[in-house]
């Protein structure tokens, strides 16, 4: 069965200062991974996925994200935290063998302190 | 362009009453789906619609839940006899189609008092 962890409810991070928002993953066969924010009140925003190619990926507002399969991880980073990235993020994976909707994480709250 | 829209964007009921959720997807997209954001479970998938097959039901919590996408379009979330367990906030995403990256709106925030 697919699952995805998100180890830590919170994360505080110093504005300017590198972020990190961890996620691992477990799933049978090559996985489709993403990342979602939720800020307040507002619906998910997608903001990158790996599905084959770099194990490095780039998307929105300057977050990448880095696919370990050894490590069967896909942690969430930008090198210089802003406070408007202050919000909720959301880990999630979908099988590729079929099954077509995503199974999330619990979340992480991540707050940039100015 | 438009994104995914939902309405109401809060909705409060008795207990024992019905509510129906509407879902409007971004235009051209075949795939649409259900989940559920709750304090105790995360975010849980609901049901899924692609296009004119039958919908994937297999998150549906009970038969209290019910939903119907009209011309592959508009979607419906019923749920029957509500609970006060099924307050949650209620996420609606559409896709290209299969497989593709998911757009989510912005829910429906229902209390059962």
């Known amino acids: 069965a697919q699952s995805v962890a998100q180890p830590e409810d919170q994360v505080n991070v110093a504005e300017g200062n590198p972020l990190t928002v961890k996620c691992t993953y477990s799933v049978s066969g090559n996985p489709y991974l993403f990342w979602y924010v939720q800020y307040p009140n507002r619906g998910l925003q997608f903001l990158l996925k790996?599905?084959?190619?770099?194990?490095l990926v780039k998307g929105s507002y300057g977050f990448e994200a880095e696919f370990n399969k050894s490590q069967t991880s896909f942690h969430l980073k930008k090198p210089s935290a802003l406070v408007s990235d202050s919000a909720l993020y959301f880990c999630a994976v979908r099988d590729h063998t079929g099954a077509n909707n995503l199974f999330f994480g619990t979340g992480t709250r991540l707050t940039v302190i100015p | 362009g438009a994104g995914v829209s939902q309405s109401p964007s809060n909705k409060v009921t008795e207990k024992g009453k019905d509510v129906e959720l509407r879902c409007d997807p971004i235009s051209g997209h075949t795939a649409l789906y259900w989940y559920r954001q709750s304090l105790g479970q995360g975010l849980e998938f609901l049901i899924y619609f692609q296009g004119n097959s039958a919908p994937d039901k297999s998150g549906l919590p009970s038969d209290r839940f019910s939903a119907e996408r009209t011309g592959g379009s508009v979607s419906t979330l019923t749920i029957q006899r509500t609970q006060q367990e099924d307050s949650a906030v209620y996420l609606c995403?559409?896709?290209?189609?299969?497989?593709?990256?998911?757009?989510f709106g912005p829910g429906t925030r229902l209390t059962v008092l």
């Open positions: 995403a559409s896709s290209l189609g299969e497989g593709r990256t998911q757009y």
């Open positions: 790996y599905i084959t190619g770099d194990n």
